[in-house]
């Protein structure tokens, strides 16, 4: 036996779901266009912070340029002055003029000219590795310039001792190649930098109007190779930063690294942060598809309840008919004196008293189900042997009708404390239960097991038994079952009303395999006073 699925009949509330889809797809499409909308204004706010690194490297690379080209003119006219002191034949002459750049200590370390394969230093002394360097250096450097001239060229490599730097000039004077330059210390310049990034406009007015360039911008100046750190200036800690950097190529490529704090920025920027609306959206987004989801839910439900009445309202319509039409027929057939012998109008009356007994019992069940009659129970002494034979002639005729022997046994003693109008309907519905769906000729067993406190009702029967899975439902109200693939009659709240009546007994209920085969139902009340 299987519970009943779908009757085939088309869903009322089809149009209502049609429409429910139709809001899932809009919504869902308004949702998309507002999150591709908000993703594409977030894209553009990023590379509006990627411009604003961008511009801040480019305007310290550019000031950078500036002033250590000025710098180096600067100290070429001095070394071209120290180079003519020493072509005049005043060698030993370390009187240099200074020039016009007030420079920090050690920057420019020395000047030099070049004669043949010997460095000729003034101002300081020089180490014969870096005399060493200077001449490769600027000697194959000069071989590829030569004859175009430019005001001055910057030469740096890395050495066992550091860094090192050289700007030097190759011209044609007197008669000869000359050339002369001056070693540089880069990072004796830190006083210069922290100067310049404190008077260069770094940011964007946009930006500098609403922070301090301290405060948004981490600065690292350096020399790609060897990666060497001249000069760092931190800005605010920062968990999402922004990277851009520039090169300023006529201070010796020297590289300028910005790291600018994006979530502090992009609060500055006019609708910069769309994470909030982002998050509302998709909150948004989940609140309706939730609620959508619930009203499929309740649809679903509804159709399911409508279904279920449906078949409840056509359920009890044929089960009120059937006896209504024995109880007319045979009643009529009495007042027409039709029926002539004793035994004929006996049995004419026991069917009309049976039916009305099966109406009874149907409109007790579905009283109780309704909740017309869930009045708490009312234990009272009871004799079970007669309660057990009363209710046994009840199920005669039906029984007599499935060809079934119907069969009662009593373990333990016959007296106890029950109600016994619901131990009655109990037996009933378990009986008429096992009648309806159990096969013709067989054997229904109702036993009683009186063990004090409580009362066991025990109904085996041998039909086809009933599948684990579906164990379960068949206690829940208006659930049918199927036998051989057709429907039987019923309203489906014969087994519920049995439940709730254990249940109010202080008892429960429970299906097991047959003894043999079949289905074994049994329910436990709990004897005595009744339950709160």
Known sequence: MKTKRGTGRSNPDTPAVALIGATFVVVTLLLTQALMTLRAHELMVEATLEDFAGFASERIAAELNATFTSIFLDQIAVSRSAHDSWLSGDEESDDLPSGRWALPPGAIPLHFSIDGDRVVARGGTLDPETEAWILDEVGAHAATVYPRPAPYAVLRSVGPNGSRAVAYRKEQAYERVSLYGFLIRFEAFDPLYARLLEDATILPRSLAAEADAKDLLTVRLMFP?????????????????????????????????????????????????????????????????????VAVGLLRRAARLTRMRDEFVANVSHDLRTPLAQIRMFSETLLLERLTQPEERRRALEIIRQQATNLSDLVDNILHASGRESEPVRPAPLNLARLLADTTDALAPMAEAKVANLRTRLEGPAETSVDAAALRRIIINLADNALKYGPRGQSVTVTLMNRGDFLDVVVDDEGPGIPRPERGRVWERFSRLEHEGRAITGTGLGL?????????????????????RGTRVLVTLATGEPVA
């Open 225 to 293: 190779q060897g990666n060497e750190v001249l000069f760092s200036r931190p800005g605010a800690d920062a968990e999402e930063v922004v990277v851009a950097e520039s090169f300023a190529a006529k201070a010796g490529r020297m590289a300028v690294r910005v790291e600018l704090d994006a979530t502090r920025a992009r609060a500055l920027v006019p609708g910069g942060d769309p994470a909030v609306q982002i998050s509302f959206l998709v909150a948004l987004a989940l609140l309706t598809f939730g609620l959508l989801a």
């Open 496 to 516: 519920a009303v049995v439940r709730d009546l254990a249940e109010r007994h202080g008892g429960g209920v429970r299906l097991e395999d047959g003894p043999d």
